[in-house]
T-cell receptor, first 115, second 114 residues
């Protein structure tokens, strides 16, 4: 079965600084990869997803992520963080079977943005 | 533009009580899901449905039941509530299976069992 690791439980950055959130997955073939964001008291919203093709994926709110097969990683980046980016971020991996059971979420990274 | 709607938003239950979390989606999605989110644990799939009349267990189904009589509604039933069921519950839906399609989430239901 696939698994997802988000090694950083909590990250603090200053507004305007760059951001990178790490995500590592374990799966034998090329997975489907997702980043979701959860604002306080809200459900999860999709930021971006990777299925195939270009390994650099652009998402909403100025986020991007890069799929690196050799490192089994799908790190999320943003060049300049805004205070409104403070939230919890979840990486998720799905396998290509299309089954509803086959989507696994990481444990999340809480982002704090300092003024 | 409602999307996925869950009720109630907050609920406190006593041990042994039962309740139903309601979920409705207006996007005509065939797949619907119930997840629970515990602190530091990410989301775990409780049950899912691939269409009206079809449901299946996810990773953590014990203590829960679901039904899907129509495309729009997917209620989650908690029987004999236990403190271990204190969690945040999310209903979600997608067009097609979750592994390759965007999932749309409701805003969550905070449940405390005391």
């Amino acid at each position: 079965a696939q698994s997802v690791t988000q090694p950083d439980i909590h990250i603090t950055v200053s507004e305007g600084a760059s951001l990178e959130l790490r995500c590592n997955y374990s799966y034998g073939a090329t997975p489907y990869l997702f980043w979701y964001v959860q604002s306080p008291g809200q459900g999860l919203q999709l930021l971006l997803k990777y299925f195939s093709g270009d390994t650099l994926v652009q998402g909403i709110k100025g986020f991007e992520a890069e799929f690196k097969r050799s490192q089994s990683s799908f790190n999320l980046r943003k060049p300049s963080v805004h205070w409104s980016d403070a939230a919890e971020y979840f990486c998720a991996v799905g396998i290509s079977s299309g089954s509803a059971r086959q989507l696994t979420f990481g444990s999340g990274t809480q982002l704090t943005v300092l003024p | 533009n409602a999307g996925v709607t869950q009720t109630p938003k907050f609920r406190i239950l006593k041990i042994g009580q039962s309740m139903t979390l309601q979920c409705a989606q207006d996007m005509n999605h065939n797949y619907m899901y119930w997840y629970r989110q515990d602190p530091g644990m990410g989301l775990k799939l409780i049950y899912y449905s691939v269409g009206a009349g079809i449901t299946d267990k996810g990773e953590v189904p014990n203590g829960y039941n679901v039904s899907r009589s129509t495309t729009e509604y997917f209620p989650l039933r908690l029987e004999l509530a236990a403190p271990s069921q204190t969690s945040v519950y999310f209903c979600a839906s997608s067009y097609g299976g979750s592994s390759g399609n965007t999932i749309y989430f409701g805003e969550g239901s905070w449940l405390t069992v005391v």
